[in-house]
Structure formats: structure tokens, C-alpha cells
């Protein structure tokens, strides 16, 4: 039994050691997509810094912006995370039908943050309202 705890012990520390390289670099160096994405949205907001996050199965980068703005994009330069807890995400970054459907259920809020992945939107509004949309536009969940 001891015998079977050390080998686990060291595997798990072999895992941690080579699982996860996180590190600040140059706004240069993130992919192309992500870099005109904060240009082509966030014109004129100085980025503060960028990461890049390297594991075993994937890379991802998180940038933040000077106006408090976060962003996660994955090793293609996409977005799958946006969030400004301060003044709200841009309206054009979001699908027009999700936009659509807030402002006419909520007309006087702003959008806090936005998520994606593979499956869906994850919409977290500034009255507290969390909803969850298809890929193409349809509320699939709704927490307050």
C-alpha cells in the first residue's frame, strides 16, 4: 500500500510540473485573430498585459485591457471569454440575437460578461440575470 502511494505521489507531481506553463508575454505574440479582435473592439484601450497559458493539450492566452475589459481566447486567437464588471462588454462583440432578446426582456441593463464553447452562450447581465443561449440564438437556461 505504501508502494502504491509514493507512485501516485510522484505521478500526480510529474502531472503538476508539466501541466501547466503560465506566462506573461507581448501583445505581438498572441495569434493574429486575437490581436485584430482588440483592435477591430477595443480601439484606443492600452492592453495592461497578456498571458499565455501552455498545458499538455492546449494553449490559451488571457489579455487585460486598461478599462478593466478581460479576455481568454484559445490557441487560435478566438475569444471564449469576455468580461468588464466596471462599464460592460461591447454590444457588437455579442450575436445580434442575443442582444435582441435582453434588450427587450431587459431593457436598462448591461452586458457584464460572455462566454463561449463549443455547445453554447453564457450571458451574465448587470441585474444579476445569468442566461444561457444555443449557438444559434435560443435561451436554453435562465438563472437570477
Not at 32 to 59: C, M, S, W
Not at 62 to 83: A, M, P, Q, Y
Request: charged share 30%; hydrophobic share 40%; aromatic share 10%.
Amino acid at each position: 500500500m505504501k508502494r502504491f502511494i509514493v507512485i501516485c505521489a510522484m505521478v500526480l507531481g510529474v502531472v503538476s510540473m508539466a501541466s501547466a506553463d503560465e506566462r506573461p508575454i507581448e501583445v505581438s505574440k498572441l495569434p493574429k485573430a486575437a490581436q485584430a479582435f482588440i483592435t477591430n473592439h477595443f480601439e484606443g484601450v492600452p492592453v495592461l498585459y497578456a498571458n499565455v497559458d501552455r498545458d499538455l493539450l492546449d494553449t490559451d492566452y488571457e489579455v487585460r485591457l486598461e478599462d478593466g475589459t478581460k479576455i481568454d481566447f484559445n490557441g487560435s486567437g478566438e475569444w471564449t471569454d469576455i468580461s468588464n464588471k466596471k462599464t460592460g462588454i461591447p454590444l457588437k462583440i455579442i450575436p445580434n440575437k442575443l442582444v435582441d432578446y435582453v434588450k427587450k426582456q431587459y431593457p436598462e441593463v448591461h452586458f457584464l460578461s460572455i462566454e463561449r464553447d463549443s455547445r453554447d452562450y453564457e450571458i451574465k447581465l448587470s441585474n444579476g440575470v445569468e442566461l444561457t443561449f444555443t449557438l444559434d440564438g435560443k435561451l436554453i437556461g435562465f438563472d437570477d
